[in-house]
T-cell receptor, first 115, second 113 residues
Framework: DGGITQSPKYLFRKEGQNVTLSCEQNLNHDAMYWYRQDPGQGLRLIYYSQIVNDFQKGDIAEGYSVSREKKESFPLTVTSAQKNPTAFYLC??????????????FGEGSWLTVV | AQSVAQPEDQVNVAEGNPLTVKCTYSVSGNPYLFWYVQYPNRGLQFLLKYITGDNLVKGSYGFEAEFNKSQTSFHLKKPSALVSDSALYFCAVRPPYDYQLIWGAGTKLIIKP
């Protein structure tokens, strides 16, 4: 089936540890995104990438890093510099273009908890 | 500053009654408008969008939304609510010539049997 796969669904991080969330899409979308959602709150953009080997910071990039070596993959690393990483992380992708409105499609999300 | 407002944190509707979830925006030009739904512990699902044309847009699961340019609103509606419609609903707006979405804070919809 076509879609966006995020893994793991649940991840626990110890203090001072870096962790990486995986995001893979087989929709052939050019653009990919990472959002953070805190309980009871809306979405905040962490990073986005419009094309392979290029990415831009979103509104809350501090303490996070990404790479875009392949069109299908956009992993997010939560570094030890991110002091409050406990949240629900959502990966998304889209086809840029006027006719599509650049509709964004989401994966099922990953929960990250600091222990 | 450009913004999207969902003025109700929660909307309660009896099953079988019509529902409306409100969204207004403050964006210059002619933006693209979107509605998404999120069930507990899940990702967001695309419901519908307005790009141009007819002001009434039909989407998934019997939902529709009405674009009102003069009121800068894009309210989500459904003629007859189901208990299974209970979820968190997000409105999002893409300004013209911009790549990013501006998100509302979300509205929790509760449908009571």
């Amino acid at each position: 089936d076509g879609g966006i796969t995020q893994s793991p669904k649940y991840l626990f991080r110890k203090e001072g540890q870096n962790v990486t969330l995986s995001c893979e899409q087989n929709l052939n979308h050019d653009a990919m995104y990472w959002y953070r959602q805190d309980p009871g709150q809306g979405l905040r953009l962490i990073y986005y990438s419009q094309i392979v080997n290029d990415f831009q910071k979103g509104d809350i990039a501090e303490g996070y890093s990404v790479s875009r070596e392949k069109k299908e993959s956009f992993p997010l690393t939560v570094t030890s510099a991110q002091k409050n990483p406990t949240a629900f992380y959502l990966c998304a992708s889209s086809i840029p273009g006027q006719s599509s409105g650049n509709t964004i499609y989401f994966g099922e999300g990953s929960w990250l908890t600091v222990v | 500053a450009q913004s999207v407002a969902q003025p109700e944190d929660q909307v309660n509707v009896a099953e079988g009654n019509p529902l409306t979830v409100k969204c207004t925006y403050s964006v210059s030009g002619n933006p693209y408008l979107f509605w998404y739904v999120q069930y507990p512990n899940r990702g967001l699902q695309f419901l519908l969008k307005y790009i141009t044309g007819d002001n009434l847009v039909k989407g998934s699961y019997g939902f529709e939304a009405e674009f009102n340019k003069s009121q800068t609103s894009f309210h989500l509606k459904k003629p007859s609510a189901l208990v299974s419609d209970s979820a968190l609903y997000f409105c999002a707006v893409r300004p013209p010539y911009d790549y990013q979405l501006i998100w509302g804070a979300g509205t929790k919809l509760i449908i009571k049997p």
